[in-house]
């Protein structure tokens, strides 16, 4: 019997032309970029602790008047999830992973060059409006770039939420007007705001 080795010629190397080689490795490097960015969101996730289960609660054998009385006692927890709408820890809480997203990928990936018509200031979370602008950005980018957003939500994020963003506030005249212009020379001033009105005294 014949050795199949003698028989079955050897398959002939296969070669992939130049240009698909930059195709593939445009694509590597794009993945790679994604798996990135992935991974600080499920350093972020693990961070977090999880969620204790709220057991059920019995039946109420209270009466239609308690019931409601109870109904109306205000809640111990934030009406909004806006960063201006908070206070104390829960305020502390949420500039904490804010400023996390801010130089993990916001400023990587969008910070751009420091100049006179983009000043910007590192001491950002001292500067109200802009942590107001940089949270609500942080938000949306959450819920744009989930998988159930789509595959046109992170396009939707920079057309309706970071152009703008970026537009108020690296202006100029914006939050950041009396801080760092060269990154060779970085300053922090905030601005005074106006005061607010004083109620009138009555009679």
């Not at 790679?32 to 039946?59: F, I, N, T, W, Y």
């Not at 409601?68 to 960063?83: G, K, L, N, Q, Y």
């Not at 607010?196 to 009679?203: F, M, S, V, Y």
Request: one cysteine or more; charged letters at 25%; a negative charge.
């Amino acid at each position: 019997m014949s050795d199949p080795s003698e028989t079955t010629p050897a398959p002939e190397p296969f070669r992939i032309p130049d240009d698909d080689l930059d195709d593939l490795a445009s694509a590597l490097a794009k993945t790679m970029a994604e798996v990135k960015q992935h991974g600080v969101l499920l350093d972020r996730l693990r961070s977090e602790p999880a969620p204790v289960p709220v057991p059920a609660e019995p039946p109420s054998t209270e009466g239609p008047e308690t019931a409601e009385a109870a109904d109306s006692e205000p809640e111990d927890r934030p009406t909004s999830v806006f960063i201006p709408a908070l206070d104390g820890e829960a305020y502390a809480v949420e500039l904490a992973e804010l400023d996390f997203w801010v130089n993990n990928l916001f400023l990587p990936v969008y910070g751009r060059e420091i100049s006179t018509t983009r000043p910007w200031c590192v001491q950002w979370h001292e500067h109200l409006e802009a942590v107001a602008r940089l949270h609500a950005l942080w938000l949306a980018w959450q819920q744009l770039t989930d998988a159930e957003a789509g595959l046109t939500g992170p396009s939707t994020w920079h057309r309706d939420h970071l152009d703008q963003a970026l537009v108020h506030l690296r202006a100029a005249d914006g939050p950041f007007a009396a801080c760092t212009t060269s990154a060779s020379r970085p300053n922090h001033r905030v601005l005074a705001a106006p005061a607010p009105k004083q109620p009138e005294p009555t009679a």
